[in-house]
Antibody, heavy 117, light 110 residues
């Protein structure tokens, strides 16, 4: 069964840091591009970042560029999102997703990040 | 990276057809055939319904279809059913090698 399981969400103070993880199973992770997408409370889906299969290429939304870093460990079938200089507007459910033909074909259940003092 | 433009809400009666539009620019929807659509029931995980403008993943009902004209993509749902009531989002690849979502459309089945 294809599965993505996110973890690492927490309550963090403004200016703080957090690392999210997404563990993959049931498909060829090392051949898959991966995305992070977020949804703030009561708002829509927003694309955050993607990484290609070997980690040599990444891209970010303007709203997180310079603060967030996506990475992966193909030996552990895991993709990460390192978040720093967190702001209240980063509060959201964060989903990881597998890319297929430039679409997000499989989604995890999400992990919640709350930025508040 | 402005969001793609979708109507905030659409509605239809069971059995009817509805269409949701998704308007972008010449740097995203108008430039690439990499438009996808997602169904999201609140509290659940988003589900891919259409990729590459008009392709359906395995298991998605053929009541769902996609198309594109210029910088506007569309999702049509025919034979509306109660379980189709959800939020729908379009997304596109962009010339900046990023992705962009629409603001989302709430579908109400009357």
């Amino acid at each position: 069964e294809v599965q993505l399981v996110e973890s690492g969400g927490d309550l963090v103070q403004p200016g703080g840091s957090l690392r999210l993880s997404c563990a993959a199973s049931g498909f060829s992770f090392s051949n898959s591009w991966m995305h992070w997408v977020r949804q703030a409370p009561g708002k829509g889906l927003v694309w955050v970042s993607y990484i290609n299969s070997d980690g040599s290429s990444t891209s970010y939304a303007d709203s997180v560029k310079g603060r967030f870093t996506i990475s992966r460990d193909n030996a552990k079938n895991t993709v990460y999102l390192q978040m720093s200089s967190l702001r209240a507007e980063d509060t959201a459910v964060y989903y990881c997703a597998r890319d297929k033909a430039y679409a997000m074909s499989v989604w995890g259940q999400g992990t919640t990040v709350t930025v508040s003092s | 990276q402005s969001a793609l433009t979708q109507p905030a809400s659409v509605s239809g009666s069971p059995g009817q057809s509805i269409t949701i539009s998704c308007t972008g620019t010449s740097s995203d929807v108008g430039a690439y055939n990499f438009v996808s659509w997602y169904q999201h029931h609140p509290g659940k995980v988003p589900k891919l319904m259409i990729f590459e403008v008009s392709n359906r993943p395995s298991g998605v009902s053929n009541r769902f279809s996609g198309s594109k004209s210029g910088s506007t993509a569309s999702l049509t749902i025919s034979g509306l059913q109660a379980e189709d009531e959800a939020d729908y989002y379009c997304s596109s690849y962009t010339s900046s090698d990023t992705r962009v979502f629409g603001g989302g459309t709430r579908l109400t089945v009357l």
